[in-house]
């Protein structure tokens, strides 16, 4: 099952809770994603109280095997866009 699909499952069962929800994705690599992301939430709610952020990458691999463009990729997505 792909993660997109999934946070439409759980999104399907927050709702059934009776309360709103908004799936919103977004390559958190990106620095202006996070931004897009604020902005639809605003835009749907008109404020932001809570934002779950589950952004995570991993590589398999070891550690010779990891280019520059693998670990730039990892700390984009693991360390930035957590921040």
Do not use: K, Y
Request: net charge negative.
């Amino acid at each position: 099952m792909s993660g997109g699909s999934r946070a439409v499952q759980v999104a399907a069962q927050v709702c059934g809770l009776g309360r709103r929800v908004l799936v919103v994705p977004a390559d958190l690599a990106e620095p202006a994603a996070a931004v897009t992301v604020a902005e639809a939430v605003m835009g749907e709610f008109g404020r932001l109280d809570i934002l779950v952020n589950n952004a995570r990458i991993i590589h398999w691999g070891s550690a010779a095997q990891t280019t520059v463009e693998d670990f730039d990729q990892l700390v984009a997505v693991d360390v930035r866009a957590r921040s």
